[in-house]
């Protein structure tokens, strides 16, 4: 029949890892029992010209992330009633602790402040990379960033971040003074493989993750062979297929980087 025809046509080929990683294009994430995004505070009139003074009413666990998150409780500044935001904490903060947000909030551990109001040097957590992002850079467990320099004339902060990367932001953008809680983290070892699958369940679908050279040339373009090598060039197409895709992809050049930069 051609309508078993067509079934058969379209159930041929190989189910590459990123079909067998997971459903549908469109990525969904392992939200069970996650305490929602954790973000800075809607930048508003009153953290740009004064402070919002919150209350750290609990600490808590999220599962997939290494540092805990504090649900920080701020007054509404329109309407009678308490807003709760959820900040991944800084090491050091507890329950009770006040929380000041905004332009004129003193130094101190927890409080957000604008880049430009925090001497050089300081370090840092939860930085803005643009203004009223509610926070991007730094926030994985014992990530923190420090303050290079300001420059007055453009306006912009430039960072150190955790990469050891250099970064110019602009100086109104907010960050949260100290570094991130739940640092050394990966200190402890892994041990056994269960410990790395609870691990990765609660995260997302990406362990084991098998090399390529160590499987069948019927799954992965670089596999089969009586030794274990890839036999042809790794680089591959910015435009080659799905299941083609594998490598170092579109690479402007390879090999080891020697020298150091002017």
Sequence with gaps: KSYSFCTLLINMGKITLSCRKGKGSIYTVNAHKR?????????????RNGFMRGVIKEIAHDPGRGAPLARVEFRN???????????VA???????????????????????????????????????????????????????????????????TRLKLPSGQKKSVPSSCRAMVGIVAGGGRIEKPVLKAGNSFFRFRAKRNAWPNVRGVARNPVEHPHGGGNHQHIGHPSTVSR??????????????????IRGGKK
């Design 35 to 47: 305490l929602g995004p954790a973000k800075l505070r809607r930048l508003d009139y009153a953290e």
């Design 239 to 256: 435009d080659c297929p799905p299941g083609q895709k594998v490598g170092l992809i579109a690479a402007r050049r390879t090999g080891r």
């Design 90 to 156: 800084a090491e050091g903060m507890f329950t009770g602790q006040a929380v000041y947000c905004g332009k004129s909030a003193k130094l101190s551990i927890g409080n957000v402040i604008p880049l430009g109001n925090i001497p050089e040097g300081c370090i840092v957590c939860n930085v803005e990379a643009k203004n009223g992002d509610r926070s991007t850079l730094a926030r994985a467990s014992g990530d923190y960033c420090i303050i290079i320099s300001h420059n007055l004339d453009t306006g912009r």
């Design 77 to 87: 500044p329109y309407k009678y009633k308490r807003v709760k935001e959820l900040f």
